[in-house]
Nanobody
Framework: QVQLVESGGGLVQAGGSLRLSCAAS????????MGWFRQAPGKEREFVAA????????YYADSVKGRFTISRDNAKNTVYLQMNSLKPEDTAVYYC????????????????????WGQGTQVTVSS
């Protein structure tokens, strides 16, 4: 029911930056918790960052703290992931996700808590 479209991926050298965007359909974007996940070749999907629907509190995986920043613009139905100081290990397909309801902080990092997913955008970081 909710369509999510990621953009902004590409090829970048280590130490560089990229900004991912995720545009959502509908008029209920502000009610969704939004998250970013990624999946590298041969690895399982992992949590990257999330932002809550009320206070805008953010959550980050330890591996990206201090380098990535998640933000949202509810007026534009868009969530962003600013990625700085990129490393080769950041190479992955990045997925945007939306949750209709997360009721405990422990669930922000769980894929199972999200109801809608985008198709993903490839991020490749060369060394």
């Amino acid at each position: 029911q909710v369509q999510l479209v990621e953009s902004g991926g590409g090829l970048v050298q280590a130490g560089g930056s990229l900004r991912l965007s995720c545009a959502a359909s509908g008029r209920t974007f502000s009610t969704y918790t939004m998250g970013w996940f990624r999946q590298a070749p041969g690895k399982e999907r992992e949590f990257v960052a999330a932002i809550s629907r009320n206070t805008g509190r953010t959550y980050y995986a330890d591996s990206v703290k201090g380098r990535f920043t998640i933000s949202r613009d509810n007026a534009k139905n868009t969530v962003y992931l600013q990625m700085n100081s990129l490393k080769p290990e950041d190479t992955a397909v990045y997925y945007c996700a939306a949750s209709r309801g997360i009721y405990d902080s422990n669930y922000y990092s769980r894929s199972n808590a999200y109801d809608y997913w985008g198709q993903g955008t490839q991020v490749t970081v060369s060394s």
